[in-house]
């Protein structure tokens, strides 16, 4: 967790910002916890999505670990990770043709499991009472991945935190009702919400279609031949 407070830092130094809102959103919240905690001067306030302080009670116990990482193993690149995160979305082909890019472009088999392993070691239970920055919560009452419990427990252990729990079942940060979750954000941040401009959401089958269209970045070179066959199976 060190090093991804550090990775935090150096892209803030890196980025000229003294004093952001973070956005911890599922495994970005337990790397969020502890920067609010131990580096107040360098945060504004924190928002969390989805977010859990300890993996097993959260999201998986330890006996299902295994299970879960073998199913990397055998499926990672084609989608299927999706019923884990927004089940009703399997059947939508281009919402699964773009997820299945998703999982080529972000990670092979490989890393995924290492970082799989790595988030199933999360616990920063000890970090919440020392948070002294405006803290919002946001949950999905449904959230498939990470229980709403989850969420609650967030808001009851950071001192002063607003707790807003939404319908839905989605836990990605840009599916489902998109807009009550940037609603909710702007009203914490600004103290007032904009009028409603017709209600969209970022996984409408047209928004899935031209994310799966977009051209991208060249990978980087390839540092070992079974990352190089990846990458280029990833590219197809």
């Known amino acids: ?86 089940p009703g979305r399997l059947n939508d082909p281009a919402c699964r043709a773009w997820w299945a890019r998703l999982e080529r472009l972000g990670a092979s088999p490989r890393a995924a499991i290492a970082l799989a392993r790595v988030n199933a070691r999360t616990d920063v239970r000890e970090a919440l009472p020392a ?18 419990e989850a969420g609650r427990a967030l808001a009851a252990a950071i001192p002063g935190a607003r707790y807003v729990e939404l319908p839905g079942t989605d836990h990605p940060i840009w599916t489902g009702d998109v807009d009550a979750v940037v609603d909710g954000i702007e009203e914490f941040l600004t103290g007032a919400r904009h009028a409603p401009r017709g209600r969209r959401s970022a996984c409408s089958p047209r928004s899935w279609r031209r994310s799966w269209r977009r051209p991208s970045a060249p990978p980087p070179a390839a540092a070992t031949p079974e990352a190089g066959a990846w990458r280029a199976g990833a590219r197809r």
């Open 131 to 148: 948070i002294r920055v405006p803290t919002l919560v946001i949950h999905r009452s449904g959230d498939v991945r990470v229980k709403v």
């Open 1 to 86: 967790m060190e090093a991804r407070m550090d990775g935090l830092r150096a892209v803030m130094d890196a980025a000229g910002m003294e004093r952001p809102v973070l956005l911890g959103v599922s495994e970005g919240g337990p790397t969020c916890l502890p920067f609010a905690a131990t580096r107040a001067a360098r945060v504004r306030a924190l928002v969390l999505h989805g977010a859990f302080a300890h993996f097993h009670s959260a999201v998986l116990p330890p006996e299902r670990i295994e299970e879960f990482i073998a199913g990397i193993g055998a499926e990672w690149g084609s989608g299927a990770s999706l019923r884990f995160f927004s």
